[in-house]
């Protein structure tokens, strides 16, 4: 709790460590569980719902997460950053953590300090927000007499003679070693490790401009043989790992290896860190002890033949302990693999991102040692149902970056352009899933797999339908329950009908949009697909009341969020409640109307929660809470431009963003929002439903909207809305 050098109490409330060469890697994931870590369980349980929000930007889930953070001093440090930084540009590879660092840069006053240490400045970083930044450069090294104290501090019993050493030799010492403490630390561990060389005489090296690497090198050099093993296998794992991992990697070098002891030596004489238990090295040892490895050639034809003949056996078998293993850096990054392959915790336990820190581990020395096919079956066996479920869709967007072009075996390749789709799609850029899901398209249909083709057939149905695409949409849900069918992929054929569903009644055709509906509902009872089930019911609720039976629509829409509350599923819940609310408000049952939306809004993982926040702003607005409504109609473009800019063409949006911006200009305001008065906020609510027009002017779209637009009519005293309604009916300039 104290300062060095008598500087006084360290008055710090919170400190989240993050290192890339560390257990906890920097990235933007890590950064905001740590930091949540430090909040009230209320509070981290809400910021939990707001990371999960695949519609949230990062820059906008890093404010809020450092608006809960008004006062005091947290310290974020972000060690050993300069592996995160391409070398060329300068700037992030991450563009996550780059975004939510600038956000960090950029927003109010919080009580956040984030201190970086790197070998390369982030270029990037640098230019955004300057002002608010320190830089504080290391290149000197130590002064006297800190550098001086630093090497008699670490000769604690005075075995080396450093502690005695005159001042004048150990200031030559700080010369030679231009005072950088990995370099202090190297001349300890020669002076350890070779009893009969003083200082005087290793001070007669001639030391290079990379005089760290020279004495780390020259450090190294003087250990015994399983020493050095040891310090190459710390440098392979490149994270911190116990002794168990150090004698499961060298056990065919050397069978009879203890590592412990010699991890405690290391640690001693300054060659390696501990960390709770675990030992790692420094970076500058690090690449010196890997470099020296053998390397081996890349994966070959031949390896990769073999590992697609082996892909049926177990995950936990990799190739590197089908073919050999010897001491090359290949042969020890697989091996090194293997032994995070058999360290994974339960899948019971699988609850959040550090449970998955084996698997994690293992995929990337998979990827370091070259063998992306099993890399990419790591990844496959936590990406959809865990990853993408805990709201981690960048990262599983640049795990899937890492493997993609790299894979021998086509069935991952069709995985890989999948997970991309899905991934992109979840977080609004439809554009680039379309890119991905035409790709794995090709790819199935020159391998003449039917099953891959009807999923990429589907996702392309649902991309298109996105983007306002009724009539393309419906082409390709066509052509995938065909193969459905031909397959017998039952489950894939309740989802193409109920696709096919959705499409008719956007266009507005009410009769057979029930009936493909009906036959969805029918196969998800019998398939007994529960969630399939809900939504359907959800669908049939839809058009129920689009053709203006209520009482069919509540009926359904009950139905379908009870089912979603007995699955605890958060879309079926917000989608059902957002049908049900607002058959209560065409019923006129304000009251029950506002109860339903204001629970939808709860829900985590909110999928399309502009359509929830424009609705809450209609029902309250109808029951005269203007400020209530004031807010969610701001909270509801705020959500529909966050969609917006990575998707123009994401016509509910737009529609949603319309409506919220007229329910603004007949809300009673004393003061503009935003800088805009009642002329700026329906011209743009014009604007906003012509390009929605444009992309969707489906019959069915209109009709939905139009509903909702006299809603809010219905509180237009002064008339302000006039005309816009003829906006929104407006035919197409080419159909």
Same mark, same amino acid.
């Given at each position: 709790?104290?300062?060095?050098?008598?500087?006084?109490?360290?008055?710090?409330?919170?400190?989240?460590?993050?290192?890339?060469?560390?257990?906890?890697?920097?990235?933007?994931?890590?950064?905001?569980?740590?930091?949540?870590?430090?909040?009230?369980?209320?509070?981290?349980?809400?910021?939990?719902?707001?990371?999960?929000?695949?519609?949230?930007?990062?820059?906008?889930?890093?404010?809020?997460?450092?608006?809960?953070?008004?006062?005091?001093?947290?310290?974020?440090?972000?060690?050993?950053?300069?592996?995160?930084?391409?070398?060329?540009?300068? &700037?992030?590879?991450?563009?996550?953590?780059?975004?939510?660092?600038?956000?960090?840069?950029?927003?109010?006053?919080?009580? $956040?300090?984030?201190?970086?240490?790197?070998?390369?400045?982030?270029?990037?970083?640098?230019?955004?927000?300057?002002?608010?930044?320190?830089?504080?450069?290391?290149?000197?090294?130590?002064?006297?007499?800190?550098?001086?104290?630093?090497?008699?501090?670490?000769?604690?019993?005075?075995?080396?003679?450093?502690?005695?050493?005159?001042?004048?030799?150990?200031?030559?010492?700080?010369?030679?070693?231009?005072?950088?403490?990995?370099?202090?630390?190297?001349?300890?561990?020669?002076? &350890?490790? +070779?009893?009969?060389?003083?200082?005087?005489?290793?001070?007669?090296?001639?030391?290079?401009?990379?005089?760290?690497?020279?004495?780390?090198?020259?450090?190294?050099?003087?250990?015994?043989?399983?020493?050095?093993?040891?310090?190459?296998?710390?440098?392979?794992?490149?994270?911190?790992?116990?002794?168990?991992?150090?004698?499961?990697?060298?056990?065919?070098?050397?069978?009879? /290896?203890?590592?412990?002891?010699?991890?405690?030596?290391?640690?001693?004489?300054?060659?390696?860190?501990?960390?709770?238990?675990?030992?790692?090295?420094?970076?500058?040892?690090?690449?010196?002890?890997?470099?020296?490895?053998?390397?081996?050639?890349?994966?070959?034809?031949?390896?990769?033949?073999?590992?697609?003949?082996?892909?049926?056996?177990?995950?936990?078998?990799?190739?590197?302990?089908?073919?050999?293993?010897?001491?090359?850096?290949?042969?020890?990054?697989?091996?090194?693999?293997?032994?995070?392959?058999?360290?994974?915790?339960?899948?019971?336990?699988?609850?959040?991102?550090?449970?998955?820190?084996?698997?994690?581990?293992?995929?990337?020395?998979?990827?370091?040692?070259?063998?992306?096919?099993?890399?990419?079956?790591?990844?496959?066996?936590?990406?959809?149902?865990?990853?993408?479920?805990?709201?981690?869709?960048?990262?599983?967007?640049?795990?899937?970056?890492?493997?993609?072009?790299?894979?021998?075996?086509?069935?991952?390749?069709?995985?890989?352009?999948?997970?991309?789709?899905?991934?992109?799609?979840?977080?609004?850029?439809?554009?680039?899933?379309?890119?991905?899901?035409? &790709?794995?398209?090709?790819?199935?249909?020159?391998?003449? #797999?039917?099953?891959?083709?009807?999923?990429?057939?589907?996702?392309?149905?649902?991309?298109?339908?996105?983007?306002?695409?009724?009539?393309? &949409?419906?082409?390709?849900?066509?052509?995938?329950?065909?193969?459905?069918?031909?397959?017998?992929?039952?489950?894939?054929?309740?989802?193409?009908?109920?696709?096919?569903?959705?499409?008719?009644? /956007?266009?507005?055709?009410?009769?057979?949009?029930? +009936?493909?509906?009906?036959?969805?509902?029918?196969?998800?009872?019998?398939?007994?697909?529960?969630?399939?089930?809900?939504?359907?019911?959800?669908?049939?609720?839809?058009?129920?009341?689009?053709?203006?039976?209520?009482? #069919?629509?509540?009926?359904?829409?009950?139905?379908?969020?009870?089912?979603?509350?007995?699955?605890?599923?958060?879309?079926?819940?917000?989608?059902?409640? #957002?049908?049900?609310?607002?058959?209560?408000?065409?019923? #006129?049952?304000?009251?029950?109307?506002?109860?339903?939306?204001?629970?939808?809004?709860?829900?985590?993982?909110?999928?399309?929660?502009?359509?929830?926040?424009?609705?809450?702003?209609?029902?309250?607005?109808?029951?005269?809470?203007?400020?209530?409504?004031?807010?969610?109609?701001?909270?509801?473009?705020?959500?529909?431009?966050?969609?917006?800019?990575?998707?123009?063409?994401?016509?509910?949006?737009?529609?949603?963003?319309?409506?919220?911006?007229?329910?603004?200009?007949?809300?009673?305001?004393?003061?503009?929002?935003?800088?805009?008065?009642?002329?700026?906020?329906?011209?743009?609510?014009?604007?906003?439903?012509?390009?929605?027009?444009?992309?969707?002017?489906?019959?069915?779209?209109?009709?939905?909207?139009?509903?909702?637009?006299?809603?809010?009519?219905?509180?237009?005293?002064?008339?302000?809305?006039?005309? $816009?309604?003829?906006?929104?009916?407006?035919?197409?300039?080419?159909?």
């Amino acid at each position: 709790g104290e300062l060095p050098d008598d500087l006084g109490e360290m008055k710090v409330d919170g400190i989240v460590y993050l290192s890339e060469t560390g257990s906890h890697r920097v990235n933007f994931a890590n950064v905001f569980a740590d930091l949540s870590k430090l909040l009230p369980k209320e509070d981290a349980e809400r910021l939990e719902g707001i990371y999960k929000n695949p519609q949230t930007s990062t820059g906008d889930k890093m404010r809020a997460l450092l608006d809960a953070f008004p006062s005091g001093r947290v310290i974020l440090l972000l060690d050993n950053f300069e592996t995160l930084i391409d070398p060329e540009s300068l &700037s992030l590879r991450d563009s996550e953590l780059s975004e939510a660092l600038n956000a960090l840069l950029s927003g109010q006053h919080h009580a $956040v300090k984030v201190v970086i240490t790197t070998r390369i400045a982030p270029r990037d970083l640098a230019i955004s927000e300057p002002g608010r930044q320190h830089h504080l450069s290391l290149d000197e090294g130590l002064e006297s007499p800190y550098a001086e104290n630093v090497l008699r501090e670490m000769d604690a019993d005075g075995r080396v003679g450093l502690k005695s050493a005159p001042d004048a030799l150990l200031n030559k010492a700080r010369e030679k070693t231009r005072g950088y403490p990995r370099a202090l630390e190297a001349l300890y561990a020669i002076l &350890s490790v +070779d009893r009969y060389t003083t200082l005087e005489e290793l001070l007669e090296i001639s030391l290079p401009e990379e005089v760290v690497q020279k004495l780390v090198g020259e450090a190294f050099n003087r250990l015994d043989p399983n020493a050095q093993k040891v310090m190459q296998a710390l440098a392979v794992y490149n994270r911190p790992v116990s002794p168990a991992a150090i004698d499961y990697l060298l056990q065919p070098h050397l069978p009879s /290896i203890d590592s412990a002891l010699v991890l405690n030596r290391l640690v001693n004489m300054h060659f390696a860190r501990r960390e709770a238990g675990r030992y790692y090295l420094h970076p500058a040892d690090k690449e010196y002890a890997f470099s020296i490895i053998p390397v081996e050639k890349e994966l070959t034809a031949k390896t990769a033949k073999d590992a697609k003949k082996n892909k049926k056996e177990s995950l936990h078998s990799s190739r590197a302990s089908r073919l050999t293993n010897a001491f090359t850096q290949h042969d020890l990054l697989n091996r090194a693999a293997d032994y995070f392959a058999q360290a994974r915790k339960p899948r019971a336990e699988w609850k959040k991102l550090d449970d998955l820190a084996a698997q994690l581990a293992e995929f990337e020395l998979r990827c370091e040692a070259g063998d992306h096919d099993t890399a990419c079956n790591v990844l496959r066996n936590i990406d959809y149902d865990y990853l993408r479920l805990w709201g981690h869709y960048h990262l599983v967007i640049n795990l899937h970056l890492r493997v993609k072009n790299k894979l021998f075996d086509k069935g991952l390749v069709m995985g890989n352009m999948n997970m991309l789709g899905v991934a992109n799609q979840r977080i609004g850029l439809i554009k680039e899933a379309l890119l991905y899901f035409e &790709s794995g398209l090709r790819v199935a249909q020159e391998l003449k #797999n039917r099953r891959w083709e009807e999923v990429f057939l589907g996702n392309l149905g649902s991309s298109y339908n996105y983007l306002g695409h009724a009539h393309k &949409s419906i082409e390709y849900y066509d052509k995938a329950l065909i193969v459905d069918r031909e397959v017998g992929d039952h489950h894939g054929e309740g989802t193409d009908l109920s696709n096919l569903g959705e499409q008719h009644k /956007i266009l507005g055709e009410y009769d057979k949009a029930i +009936d493909f509906y009906n036959q969805a509902l029918q196969n998800a009872r019998e398939t007994g697909n529960k969630y399939g089930e809900g939504k359907r019911l959800d669908g049939l609720a839809n058009v129920w009341l689009e053709k203006g039976d209520l009482q #069919n629509a509540i009926k359904n829409s009950q139905e379908s969020l009870r089912i979603g509350q007995e699955m605890n599923s958060p879309e079926v819940c917000i989608e059902s409640s #957002n049908t049900l609310a607002k058959a209560l408000l065409f019923f #006129n049952k304000l009251k029950d109307a506002l109860q339903v939306v204001q629970d939808a809004g709860k829900y985590e993982q909110p999928h399309f929660i502009f359509n929830v926040s424009t609705l809450h702003g209609i029902i309250a607005l109808r029951q005269g809470e203007r400020e209530t409504a004031q807010e969610a109609f701001a909270k509801s473009i705020a959500q529909a431009d966050e969609i917006l800019v990575k998707t123009p063409e994401y016509y509910s949006a737009l529609d949603a963003k319309g409506l919220a911006l007229s329910g603004l200009t007949i809300c009673d305001l004393r003061l503009p929002i935003e800088g805009r008065g009642r002329d700026e906020l329906l011209s743009e609510a014009i604007e906003t439903f012509k390009k929605a027009r444009k992309i969707a002017p489906h019959a069915g779209v209109v009709k939905s909207v139009l509903r909702l637009f006299d809603e809010l009519v219905k509180c237009d005293e002064e008339g302000l809305l006039k005309g $816009v309604r003829e906006v929104i009916e407006a035919k197409p300039l080419v159909e």
